[in-house]
């Protein structure tokens, strides 16, 4: 019965930050039990639970120190059928560092995205916040606020260490009012800060974001 429920193959590699595993949702796999008769697609715990199953595994004897404590910003952008092949990637789990970015992809598109944030469990009332800003210094801000942007906008031809501080977010990046207004709202529940809505035209690149961030930072301090 628990094979019927297990969509996790294997873990392929864990290098540095980063691991791989590999998946399939089984076409009598029990996910997909009544979701949904005659047209049945994986539900979206289904995607959690397999995550989460990858970076149990990578654990190994410390998963039993460990439980799910925090799902921030998931999304669900593609369907999975019956019988489709996964790929889980995540990201984090540094020593230290009990927050992992993840997504799952089917046939070279993103399915789902998200973070997940681990406790000891024998801090069961602990709380850890999600990808924590660095400090108030400029150059962690710009950093912060690029991995952010990749996430928010997924950006997966980019990476943070490419990614020109002062490129125009608008002209050369293309990004719409409402993405921008996405990012905004995730920059305001980050950093506890507010953006005015009026002051979004002016954050037309990651350096004057930055700039903004920091402003607003020492205003509170």
Known sequence: MEDQWRLLQEVKAREQNRLEAQACAPIDSLWFSGHFPG???LPGIALI??????????????????????????????PVRPGENLEVLVTGGKP????????????????CSGLIAVVKKKDKYAKKEVMMPESKDIKGIIRHVAEIIIDELKLEEVTIDTFSPDMDLIDELGIDSMDLATIALVLQDEYKIVIDEDDYPKLKSIHLIADYIQERLTAKS
């Open 39 to 41: 047209e049945p697609i």
């Open 49 to 78: 639970h397999l995550v989460w199953q990858a970076i149990v595994e990578d654990a190994g004897k410390r998963s039993e120190e460990i439980r799910l404590d925090t799902l921030k910003r998931v999304r669900f952008i593609q």
């Open 96 to 111: 230290g560092e009990e927050t992992y970015l993840f997504k799952v992809v089917g046939q070279g598109k993103v399915i």
